[in-house]
Every structure is written in structure tokens, then in C-alpha cells.
């Protein structure tokens, strides 16, 4: 990453070029769980496009997997001195980064990076992101995610998820813009905030992201998003996988809610009040027929989105989009209102 003046010397003052982070100053976690198919390529992409690496320590934190995980890991160790691996008995994402983060920084440890298992970085991703961590002094740096798909299904996934009707206009879905946002995919945190914060709350099981950045901004911090580190990811493959994941991140998001004390975004309650709706016309049509206009409205939507998806990509892989969007937002509406609804008291 090229050098970035300060803003004196923006302003023509003598202010001295920002200097690259030293490789020795991150850390960098790695949660596993049964990755044999791929820890080897995530690891082998995230050691390779910048020289500074070599001092940086990477601790895969593996949750007890049964498959061959460990094995590879440990093999890898003799071709790369930096590499690590410690258990995390509790499993979760959550504790594996706060186990890194408490029991494997040193002095010199100043910036720590989030890396998934399941995903293939960008040459140079760790630096990239421990840089701009130094060059914008925000609390957290997080980057936008660019959804990609093999199968039919994936791709219809891939190019509705990323439009309003799929995520709803999340800042990290697909974004452009870097700048400070609220929330966003977690790559790098300044460790002294990570841990004066608590890091992960470790009951959530999911959305322990979103969770930590309510904290972030509570505190006064600032979250950057920059726009030009970008992941790509394979969204889920089927639709019961796909409804799992986001009735998942809607019970996580309502847990937040509640725990915090704040309110939803629109974007947030639209999913919610369209699945009241649904119900409230199928239940209400059994005395007022016309109440089904809803729910034919609803349908007719998706199917013209899946249309239109289909068309702009030239792919009858598109006429699944609907699907897939309509997946999405019951799976997370059901999910947040149960745990709103129904789910114990927050601490």
C-alpha cells in the first residue's frame, strides 16, 4: 500500500509520509471447524503479496474439528515458521478470535485481523487491512463483500443478495464507498479497543459482529469501511441452508436489539412487517377473501425481480432469485421475532 501523507502535509505543511505498518505489530486469528477442504488454500492466500508477512503471526484457533483440519495445519507449520495452532474448546467464532486476541499477542501487537477459513484472501489482504487500520486510526476496519456462485442456485443468490431486495442496502453488501459506517464484515480492529472492549461476546452464535460494533460506536469509536479491500464469498447453495443461515442472523440481530436497547432500521423492520402481513392475510382471507391481494402481490414481486435478474444476466439461473429473496425475508423475520418475542432477557 502505497505511503499516505498526513493531513498537514496535505495542507502543504512538512508532516512525514504515514509509514507501512510493520509486519510484527498483527496478529492475525483464524477460527476453524472441520476445514480440511479449505484451510490450506485460505492460509497459502493469506501468506503470499506482501514481504512483511513473515513477521506476522498467524494462530489458527480450531474448535475441536474431526476431520483432517489439525493435520494440515500442523504441516504447514513446517513450511511456515509464523503459523500457529491452539484449541478453542467453546468453539464458537466468537471465543476462537477472543482466545487469539487474550492468550497469543505480545508486546509489539497493536493491530489484530479476522480471517475465515472457508474463504480465499486477496494477495496482501492482512497488510492491506492492518495499514489502513494505521492510516485512518479508526477503532475497526471493515470491507464490502462481492457475492459469487457456482451453482444455479448460488448465482441467483449471488445477484439478488446484493441489491436492496436481497440485504437491503447493507453498506458491506457489494458497497462502493469507503467512509464510517455503523456496521460492516470485520477484517481488522485495533487490539488495545478489541480488549478494552471485551472482545466477542461469546453467547452470541451469531451476529457477535454486529454485537461488537454497537459497542464500538457506544464507546465513541469509529468503524471505516474501505471500499477498495474486497472479499469475494459463495453464498449458501441450497434453500434450507440459505433459510437457516439468515433466520440465524435475524435471532442475532434482535438479540442485539434487546441487549442494547435499540431500535430497528426500516430496512430492518420490512422483512418483519411483511411476514405479519402474510400471516395476517392468509389468516384474515378466511372471512375477507380480497385479503389474499397481499400475498399476490408479494409472489408477483419476487417473480418479476426474477425476471429481471434472469435478464440482466443472461442466465435462466436468474429465475431463482425470487426464491432465494423471499427465503431471506422470512427466514430472518421468523428468526428475529421469535428471539425478540419469545427469547430470555438479555444481560
Known amino acids: 500500500m502505497a505511503d499516505d501523507a498526513s493531513p498537514a502535509a496535505a495542507a502543504g505543511g512538512t508532516s512525514a509520509p504515514t509509514l507501512p505498518v510493520a509486519g510484527a505489530s498483527v496478529l492475525v486469528a483464524v477460527p476453524t471447524f472441520n476445514e480440511e477442504d479449505h484451510i490450506e488454500g485460505c492460509l497459502r492466500s493469506l501468506l503470499t503479496g506482501d514481504q512483511r508477512l513473515k513477521d506476522v503471526r498467524i494462530v489458527v484457533a480450531d474448535g475441536q474439528s474431526a476431520d483432517a483440519t489439525c493435520k494440515i495445519v500442523e504441516r504447514l507449520q513446517g513450511e511456515f515458521s509464523n503459523l500457529s495452532l491452539i484449541n478453542n474448546p467453546k468453539r464458537l467464532q466468537s471465543a476462537a478470535v477472543n482466545a487469539v486476541a487474550r492468550d497469543c499477542s505480545s508486546p509489539q501487537s497493536e493491530y489484530l485481523i479476522r480471517c475465515d477459513a472457508h474463504s480465499i484472501y486477496p494477495p496482501g ?107 469475494a464469498y459463495a453464498p449458501r447453495a441450497t434453500v434450507s441452508a440459505l433459510a437457516r443461515q439468515y433466520y440465524n442472523y435475524g435471532r442475532g440481530r434482535a438479540r442485539n436489539m434487546r441487549k442494547h436497547g435499540t431500535r430497528p432500521r426500516l430496512r430492518q423492520m420490512i422483512p418483519v412487517l411483511n411476514l405479519l402481513g402474510l400471516v395476517g392475510a392468509f389468516a384474515g382471507s378466511l372471512v375477507f377473501p380480497w385479503m389474499l391481494a397481499y400475498p399476490a402481490f408479494y409472489v408477483s414481486a419476487l417473480l418479476a425481480a426474477s425476471v429481471l ?25 421468523t428468526g428475529f421475532l421469535r428471539q425478540f418475542v419469545f427469547g430470555p432477557p438479555e444481560r
Open 309 to 333: 435478474v434472469s435478464a440482466r444476466h443472461g442466465s435462466l439461473c436468474g429465475l431463482l432469485s425470487g426464491a432465494a429473496s423471499g427465503t431471506m425475508h422470512t427466514a430472518w423475520a
Open 125 to 231: 489482504f492482512i497488510m492491506q487491512v492492518a495499514d489502513a487500520l494505521k492510516k485512518t486510526s479508526a477503532d475497526s476496519v471493515v470491507v464490502p463483500m462481492d457475492a459469487v456462485g457456482e451453482t444455479c442456485f448460488q448465482k441467483a443468490n449471488a445477484w439478488i443478495v446484493d441489491t436492496p431486495l436481497g440485504s437491503g442496502g447493507s453498506a458491506h453488501r457489494g458497497g462502493r464507498k469507503s467512509g464510517d459506517i455503523d456496521h460492516g464484515h470485520h477484517a481488522g480492529f485495533r487490539l488495545a479497543r478489541f480488549n478494552a472492549l471485551g472482545g466477542y461476546d461469546e453467547t452470541f452464535s451469531h451476529n457477535e459482529d454486529a454485537e461488537y460494533d454497537q459497542r464500538v460506536t457506544n464507546a465513541g469509536g469509529r468503524i471505516y469501511m474501505d471500499a477498495d479491500i474486497r472479499l
